[in-house]
C-alpha cells in the first residue's frame, strides 16, 4: 500500500505563488509515474502536470510556463510549484502515483485546497 499526503494549499491573492508537497510512505518501489490533478466545484477531476520514470514532464495547456513539477525520490516527494496564480485555478489538488508496469495500480491522496481570490 501507498499513502500520499499533500499540503502548501491555501488562499492566495491573484498574481501570487504556492508550492504543492507530496509526501509518498509505504510501498513506494516500480513508481511509473506521479502527478497532480485538480478538481474545482462542479468540474472533472483534470490532470495539471505529471512526471514519469525518466522525468519526463507533462503539462495541461492551462498551466503551462506557469506550473513547475519536479520529484526528489530521496525524499519520496512530489512537488508542484504555481506561480501567476489565477482564480480559475481555484481547485483541489490531488497528489497521484501510479505504481507498476504491465499491471498499474493508482494511488490518490486526500487532497489540498487550492484558493485564487482578491
Known amino acids: 500500500q501507498v499513502q500520499l499526503v499533500e ?3 491555501g488562499l492566495v ?3 501570487g505563488s504556492l508550492n504543492l508537497t507530496c509526501i509518498a510512505t509505504g ?3 516500480n513508481i511509473n509515474r506521479m502527478g497532480w490533478y485538480r478538481q474545482a466545484p462542479g468540474k472533472q477531476r483534470e490532470l ?5 520514470h525518466y522525468e519526463n514532464t507533462n503539462y495541461a495547456d492551462s498551466v503551462q510556463g506557469r506550473f513547475t513539477i519536479s520529484r526528489d525520490n530521496a525524499k519520496s516527494s512530489l ?3 504555481m506561480n501567476s496564480l489565477k482564480p480559475e485555478d481555484t481547485a483541489i489538488y ?8 504491465s499491471v498499474l495500480t493508482t494511488y490518490w491522496g ?4 487550492v484558493t485564487v481570490s482578491s
Do not use: D, F, H
Not at 110 to 113: L, P
Open 7 to 9: 499540503s502548501g494549499g
Open 13 to 15: 491573492q491573484p498574481g
Open 27 to 29: 510501498s513506494i518501489s
Open 48 to 52: 495539471v502536470a505529471s512526471i514519469n
Open 79 to 81: 512537488y508542484l510549484q
Open 94 to 101: 490531488y497528489c497521484n502515483l501510479v505504481r507498476g508496469w
Open 110 to 113: 486526500q487532497g489540498t485546497e
